[in-house]
């Protein structure tokens, strides 16, 4: 008999020891290192934007984020995500509803074309919009004569932030639908269901957390983007400003504790996104153990 043949946990000199078992010391050795990671790359940041945000006191911080720029970058922001997560919450669906369920050629392709934005730099990627739509592009001319703004303008942004946040909800929802096994749309289909009632009755409601987890993600970055709308943006103070840029221009012009107090609002939205996304990771743990069969 082999050791990987030795069952866990393991009986050694009369004593029974699990394999993940160590010593007290070991264990808090480790939980201190990970907790002065975090106190230095985490915790410690977070305290001390809200510092220089509240710096000059609570007055100074209302006027920096109720400015007319900064309610502009907000709604901006708040716009962009409102029009790129829907597009990419369609997209997601079918993506993975493809991948999971079905076998055609070009699949391998259409999961690594998933894949790119994950793998080019958001500022090749607001490059790419510049090339295709500036006013030095093939579509230039045209969208001049028509009057037509994509770059340096608000359609530009969206198509720049849908493009470096499409991956979040499809690769979420693949592996959901991939665990979930073919079972309860074959009966379903057995028993006289249409394709889209299946769907809608029987497979988006138990990928329904993946779904949420991905919106969740993607909205995040939507909402935190930066390299591909700096590029496509022009940086119109009050027009093409994204919260992200907002950020940047206070900070260059030496505006930093109103720099800071919109930087909080970003935090915040990562607070917020964390807070979201361990709730729908615990109802998935919890959905999880409820599907899975009782151990004989």
């Given at each position: 008999?082999?050791?990987?043949?030795?069952?866990?946990?393991?009986?050694?000199?009369?004593?029974?020891?699990?394999?993940?078992?160590?010593?007290?010391?070991?264990?808090?050795?480790?939980?201190?290192?990970?907790?002065?990671?975090?106190?230095?790359?985490?915790?410690?940041?977070?305290?001390?934007?809200?510092?220089?945000?509240?710096?000059?006191?609570?007055?100074?911080?209302?006027?920096?984020?109720?400015?007319?720029?900064?309610?502009?970058?907000?709604?901006?922001?708040l716009t962009t995500?409102?029009?790129?997560?829907?597009?990419?919450?369609?997209?997601?669906?079918?993506?993975?509803?493809?991948?999971?369920?079905?076998e055609f050629s070009?699949?391998?392709?259409?999961?690594?074309?998933?894949?790119?934005?994950?793998?080019?730099?958001?500022?090749?990627?607001?490059?790419?919009?510049?090339?295709?739509?500036?006013?030095?592009?093939?579509?230039?001319?045209?969208?001049?004569?028509?009057?037509?703004?994509?770059?340096?303008?608000?359609?530009?942004?969206?198509?720049?932030?849908?493009?470096?946040?499409?991956?979040?909800?499809?690769?979420?929802?693949?592996?959901?639908?991939?665990?979930?096994?073919?079972?309860?749309?074959?009966?379903?289909?057995?028993?006289?269901?249409?394709?889209?009632?299946?769907?809608?009755?029987?497979?988006?409601?138990?990928?329904?957390?993946?779904?949420?987890?991905?919106?969740?993600?993607?909205?995040?970055?939507?909402?935190?983007?930066?390299?591909?709308?700096?590029v496509v943006s022009?940086?119109?103070?009050?027009?093409?400003?994204?919260?992200?840029?907002?950020?940047?221009?206070?900070?260059?012009?030496?505006?930093?504790?109103?720099?800071?107090?919109?930087?909080?609002?970003?935090?915040?939205?990562?607070?917020?996104?964390?807070?979201?996304?361990?709730?729908?990771?615990?109802?998935?743990?919890?959905?999880?153990?409820?599907?899975?069969?009782?151990?004989?």
């Amino acid at each position: 008999m082999t050791a990987a043949d030795l069952p866990l946990p393991v009986r050694v000199a009369g004593r029974t020891r699990s394999a993940t078992s160590e010593p007290a010391v070991v264990r808090w050795a480790l939980t201190a290192v990970a907790l002065l990671f975090l106190a230095l790359f985490l915790f410690l940041p977070v305290v001390a934007v809200f510092i220089e945000a509240l710096k000059d006191g609570p007055l100074a911080y209302l006027a920096a984020i109720t400015d007319a720029d900064t309610l502009a970058a907000v709604r901006l922001t708040l716009t962009t995500a409102l029009i790129a997560v829907p597009l990419n919450v369609v997209f997601g669906i079918a993506a993975a509803w493809a991948i999971a369920r079905f076998e055609f050629s070009g699949k391998n392709l259409l999961v690594t074309l998933i894949d790119l934005p994950f793998a080019v730099s958001p500022v090749i990627s607001g490059m790419l919009y510049v090339l295709l739509f500036g006013a030095q592009s093939f579509l230039g001319p045209w969208l001049l004569e028509h009057d037509l703004h994509v770059i340096f303008a608000v359609p530009g942004i969206v198509l720049a932030t849908t493009f470096v946040t499409f991956p979040f909800v499809a690769r979420e929802l693949i592996p959901f639908l991939e665990s979930q096994g073919t079972e309860e749309e074959q009966a379903a289909l057995v028993l006289g269901a249409s394709g889209w009632r299946m769907f809608f009755r029987i497979t988006l409601p138990n990928a329904k957390w993946g779904l949420l987890y991905g919106i969740v993600l993607c909205n995040a970055r939507a909402m935190g983007e930066f390299g591909a709308v700096s590029v496509v943006s022009g940086h119109i103070r009050g027009q093409t400003n994204t919260m992200p840029l907002h950020v940047e221009v206070l900070y260059n012009e030496y505006h930093f504790s109103a720099a800071f107090a919109v930087s909080t609002l970003l935090v915040m939205l990562a607070l917020v996104t964390l807070i979201a996304k361990r709730l729908i990771e615990g109802k998935t743990r919890e959905e999880k153990q409820v599907r899975a069969p009782a151990s004989p």
